[in-house]
């Protein structure tokens, strides 16, 4: 009954347009007030939630991905990539997904990745006669790849969270990474061969190659700087970080592509999502301790024991109510308030937690691109200067190879796992 009395209480918040972070915190804290346990715990769950090494790769990472993102990276990104591959059938298409991969593996941000990327393609793809809705659902979905491909900041979150280590989160995300963007460009190569109305890519000269790669080069260097010093062991993600965040300052900075109200600009929006994402933390490290005082999380862990017996019942429903969460909740909200409560069942039905961790981006990625709240639909509608429905008609395919990804993932879980513990 208490359970059900929490899950309502915080239904009815969320319901009522309360911010998540002072919903989980407020709630939280009244659930303490009325079982007379001191509220000391608030400030010291305040303090705690930020006091981590480990956190400090969210701002550093939102700092690189927001000074790239300002500095005009993504045009010359894509242009490379189109340049090697933008004559193929359904070239534009592959040249954006491709850029979303290799962008995706310098910033760590969904948000980030769709619109650095969905600035230069969006208006290329259409100008070509690309459909309005496949480019848009393209991007959309290409742009989700930011938090699967490492870095990750909902996998820096899990890690903190479920205290496992980050850099295995990392590397378990590639594979899943790189197939989940190998499917987006085979749907490329259908719609070319099905689509109608596109204007094919004339083949790029050696000469406007070589230009291009040379211009996209430092780029592809950071990526290859942030990913390698973390499988390498060289640093830290934190250190990773931030010596990405320096590289991508000198990389613009050497460019002249960025001015300094753009610099100030990129510092402003990443303070108000680091800002965004801390008090959400926070909240939900208030309501997590409220919720284990009141024995919740073992309670629902010996009721999942208890009452399920197959691990692939759990999984199945964990992603149904993730779908249904992802209608009315953004993606870092459903990964605080569902992780502490669920973490405590995995051992017990034999799951690896890498290997949730892993799932549970996979189904985020899906809730970003899930009407009515999808991050990502408002983020290409705000790019696109384009109604929400056309968004939302474009993303469909994209979401059921999301799901496909997600089965295979329980069939095959090597797809995760092969690369941090068997390679």
Not at 273 to 283: A, H, P, Q, R, W
Request: hydrophobic share 60%; aromatic share 10%; with cysteine.
């Amino acid at each position: 009954m208490t359970i059900l009395l929490i899950v309502l209480a915080l239904v009815a918040l969320l319901a009522l347009r309360v911010p998540v972070a002072f919903a989980l915190g407020g709630l939280g804290a009244a659930l303490l007030f009325i079982e007379d346990i001191s509220l000391v715990m608030v400030p010291q769950a305040l303090y705690s939630g930020m006091d981590n090494f480990v956190l400090l790769a969210v701002p550093l990472f939102l700092l690189m991905s927001n000074v790239l993102l300002k500095g005009g990276v993504g045009k010359d990104l894509f242009a490379a990539v189109q340049s090697w591959v933008g004559h193929w059938p359904g070239g534009l298409g592959v040249a954006t997904i491709l850029s979303c991969a290799i962008f995706a593996a310098i910033s760590g941000s969904s948000v980030a990745t769709a619109a650095t990327i969905g600035t230069v393609a969006i208006s290329e793809m259409t100008s070509r006669g690309y459909d309005r809705s496949f480019v848009l659902g393209l991007i959309a979905a290409g742009g989700t790849l930011g938090i699967l491909i490492p870095p990750s900041i909902p996998m820096i979150i899990y890690g903190v969270v479920t205290e496992e280590s980050i850099v295995d989160l990392f590397l378990a995300g590639i594979g899943p990474g790189l197939f989940l963007a190998g499917l987006f460009i085979g749907f490329c190569f259908l719609y070319a061969r099905f689509g109608k109305g596109y204007t094919p890519t004339p083949r790029a000269a050696w000469a406007e190659r070589r230009r291009a790669t040379l211009r996209a080069l430092p780029t592809v260097v950071l990526a290859a700087i942030v990913i390698g010093g973390i499988y390498a062991g060289w640093f830290t993600p934190t250190e990773s970080a931030g010596i990405g965040f320096s590289v991508a300052l000198i990389i613009v900075l050497a460019r002249r592509s960025i001015t300094w109200p753009l610099l100030l600009e990129a510092v402003r929006v990443s303070m108000i999502t680091t800002v965004s994402i801390f008090l959400i933390l926070v909240g939900a490290k208030v309501f997590g301790k409220a919720i284990t005082l009141y024995q919740i999380p073992q309670e629902i862990s010996q009721l999942i024991v208890g009452n399920i017996s197959e691990p692939w019942v759990f999984i199945l429903i964990v992603c149904a109510i993730l779908l249904v969460m992802g209608l009315f909740l953004e993606a870092l909200s459903m990964l605080l308030i569902m992780v502490p409560v669920l973490h405590p069942s995995l051992g017990a039905m034999g799951i690896d937690p890498i290997w949730f961790g892993v799932l549970f981006v996979v189904m985020i990625e899906a809730a970003l691109i899930t009407p009515p709240v999808g991050l990502n639909l408002f983020v290409i509608q705000a790019v696109a200067k384009a109604p929400l429905m056309d968004v939302v008609r474009g993303v469909w395919p994209f979401m059921l190879m999301m799901l496909a990804t997600a089965a295979l993932l329980w069939f095959w879980p090597d797809l995760a796992l092969y690369i941090p513990f068997k390679l």
